[in-house]
């Protein structure tokens, strides 16, 4: 406590609220395990709301210490992507 308590006095604003990570796929290998961890302890112990963007999620399990992951925000996501398709794309090579 050489440099003074006030960064833990903020602490407690962390509790019951909604944290949003952008860009994950931009951490640094090392640290995955290190985020998994502080992500876990917000989620568990502080009750607040992770949510992780990412155009392209990373593995975040691949690590010693796992993501306790609670669920997709967006039930039957497969089903929501289908109203996306625009075309259908049929392989007529080596057709016998």
Do not use: W, Y
Not at 6 to 32: A, G, M, V, W, Y
Not at 57 to 69: R, S
Request: aromatic share 8%; charged share 25%.
């Amino acid at each position: 406590f050489a440099r003074g308590t006030q960064d833990l006095r903020r602490f407690h604003n962390l509790t019951d609220t909604i944290i949003i990570f952008d860009e994950i796929q931009s951490l640094p290998i090392k640290c995955i395990s290190m985020f998994n961890e502080t992500v876990n302890f917000l989620s568990s112990q502080c009750r607040d709301t992770i949510i992780l963007c990412s155009a392209t999620q990373p593995n975040l399990n691949k690590v010693k210490h796992k993501m306790l992951i609670r669920g997709e925000m967006i039930s039957d996501l497969q089903q929501k992507f289908l109203g996306f398709k625009r075309m259908n794309i049929i392989d007529k090579r080596n057709k016998k």
